[in-house]
């Protein structure tokens, strides 16, 4: 990985999360890491730090591997989940496979960590990757039925537009058409707003049109795929990114849904 791995260890024994450190940086892993051993701190931990991989052991004082597996899932999250314990039969370990745990391994074989976390690491993005395509095409089912039943093209190019950007989490979506008499892109009327403060860059694109490779409306069109900037007004001089800086495009998460 290119960051150190971050795993959440559920284990009452700093000892023995020491030693489950330990085989991991043997097997070359840079760690990012928090023990906790509560239902509590593991609801707090979930909520301030994304986890690559949960770690548990299966029976502690106040806490155990099936109770957290269970946080887990009620949590939403979907993260590999494997218990590490110093005695398991092999009947709790088929049970609490088929309860959601990912692997098991004993404590006496540490070896094994390394590899079942590298595995699951591969099947959780194996996981994400099918869910954001089964995302991908309903909302490009979504689209297709509304921009069918659309009466013109501004209002199938809005809908497109409203759809995309409630599903991504965009503030500002405006469309772009190729004028028909010039090789330029023109503001279309079709947008979506969905954050106060955004009329003013709205008003002062109606009537622009840009020529390839100018601007960002010409960087997508001349290179035939989306342009993605954290902040729209870098690099740029221009009115449009004076006008994007006054009403906010440029202040983290705000810039990017007008960076397209």
């Not at 239902?39 to 909520?47: D, G, T, V």
């Not at 809908?159 to 500002?172: N, P």
């Not at 906010?248 to 998460?253: C, E, Q, S």
């Amino acid at each position: 990985m290119d960051r150190p791995l971050r795993i959440l260890i559920i284990e009452d024994s700093e000892e023995d999360a020491e030693l489950l450190l330990l085989a991991l940086r043997r097997a070359g892993y840079e760690l990012l890491y928090e023990r906790v051993e509560t239902p509590a701190a593991m609801e707090a931990a979930l909520a301030k730090q994304a986890w690559d991989v949960i770690v548990s052991d299966y029976t502690m004082p106040n806490f155990s591997g099936p109770a957290a597996l269970r946080q887990l899932k009620e949590s939403g999250r979907d993260l590999p989940f494997i218990i590490v314990s110093g005695n398991i039969g092999e009947e709790t370990a088929v049970e609490t496979m088929r309860l959601g745990a990912h692997d098991y391994i004993l404590k006496g074989n540490l070896t094994r960590l390394a590899p079942a976390i590298e595995r699951e690491l591969r099947e959780a993005q194996i996981r994400c990757r099918r869910k954001q395509a089964e995302e991908e095409t309903r909302l490009l089912q979504s689209i297709t039925l509304a921009v069918s039943e659309a009466k013109d093209l501004r209002s199938a190019l809005e809908v497109a537009l409203r759809k995309v950007g409630e599903a991504s989490g965009w503030i500002l979506g405006q469309a772009w058409v190729p004028r028909s008499d010039v090789a330029l892109l023109q503001c279309s009327p079709a947008v979506f707003i969905c954050a106060p403060g955004l009329e003013n860059f709205r008003k002062w694109n109606e009537g622009l049109s840009f020529a390839p490779g100018v601007e960002i409306p010409g960087y997508a069109w001349s290179g035939k795929k989306p342009v993605w900037l954290r902040d729209i007004t870098t690099g740029s001089d221009s009115p449009r990114a004076q006008i994007a800086r006054e009403v906010g495009l440029n202040r983290g998460g705000n810039s990017g849904p007008g960076g397209r």
